[in-house]
């Protein structure tokens, strides 16, 4: 089943290197916002236009009630023609890894290099959590007409029992949105839960990607472990792995210093 790609939203930061672009896929429930702080002191290292993107159902772009790493792979394609980039460094976290991964072995002639952060080629056991959040955001019942200050402190107490850990609350809490005095959620957590299989497997592939390619993963994180490396060597045969210390699945967030100097260094190889 053919599905059409859709417009996705994105940012440009502008950098006067004339070599190809970074792309940055953010995570499930993430949105380009995640990125901002990244982008900024990337373009300031390398020099290099950086892009951050919102997939599909998730931030200002739009809803779709399909989601296959194949058609996000096309909706990223579509933005690269829109924007007359014929070569790319994609950056992609958790599920915009898998995006990524699934856009270069697609279309390798597309993809300069790549950077796979926290996620491997293969069923991620960890996303186990997700469907509780989903379950917990979709029973948050917020009253039309509010401050938002008091709608955000509202939602968060009725995501406290479900979800214990703050800072993946304040990550959620990011998708809350007013429209016309009425909050919601801006990602599309029917689609999500319905596609979940799918975000937590990962599209069979047999032809490898020839280019650099990079594996940043947490050391603290379960997501890239021993286990997953045969199949990494498999499809991406120039892959170095590199975990940086004390960072756990949002390695951008946890060690961002730690990350951007790994992006640069990793710019620099041949």
């Known amino acids: 089943m053919f599905c059409r790609p859709l417009s996705l939203s994105y940012v440009v930061f502008d950098g006067p290197a004339p070599q190809p672009p970074l792309v940055f896929l953010h995570g499930l429930m993430g949105s380009k916002g995640n990125f901002r702080a990244i982008a900024r002191a990337l373009v300031q290292r390398s020099g290099r236009k950086v892009l951050t993107v919102d997939a599909r159902n998730h931030g200002e772009s739009p809803h779709s009630p399909t989601m296959s790493y194949e058609v996000m792979s ?18 992609g976290h958790s599920m915009g890894g898998k995006t990524a991964m699934t856009l270069a072995l697609q279309r390798p002639d597309l993809v300069e290099r790549l950077v796979s952060v926290d996620i491997s080629p293969t069923e991620s056991v960890a996303v186990r959590d997700f469907p509780a959040y989903i379950s917990a955001m979709r029973r948050v019942s917020i009253p039309s007409g509010i401050p938002r200050s ?12 479900a979800i214990q850990v703050s800072a993946v609350r304040q990550f ?22 319905h596609h979940m299989a799918n975000i937590v497997g990962f599209p069979v592939f047999h032809a490898p990607y020839p ?31 590199q975990y940086i210390p004390g960072a756990g699945h949002w390695v951008h967030a946890d060690k961002s210093q730690e990350f951007i100097m790994a992006i640069c260094n990793f710019l620099l190889l041949p």
Request: hydrophobic content about 40%; glycine content about 4%; charged content about 25%.
């Open 172 to 193: 959620l809490l990011t998708n809350l949105v007013e429209a016309e005095g009425r909050y919601m959620w801006r990602v599309n957590l029917e689609a999500i839960s």
């Open 211 to 241: 280019g650099p390619t990079l594996f940043l993963a947490g050391s603290d994180s379960p997501y890239v472990s021993s286990e997953d490396y045969p199949e990494i060597e498999r499809l991406f045969p120039e892959a170095e792995i």
């Open 74 to 91: 096309l909706d990223v394609q579509r933005l690269l023609r829109q924007l007359h980039i014929p070569k790319c460094v994609l950056v």
């Open 150 to 161: 008091t709608a955000r402190r509202l939602a968060e107490d009725q995501l406290r029992p």
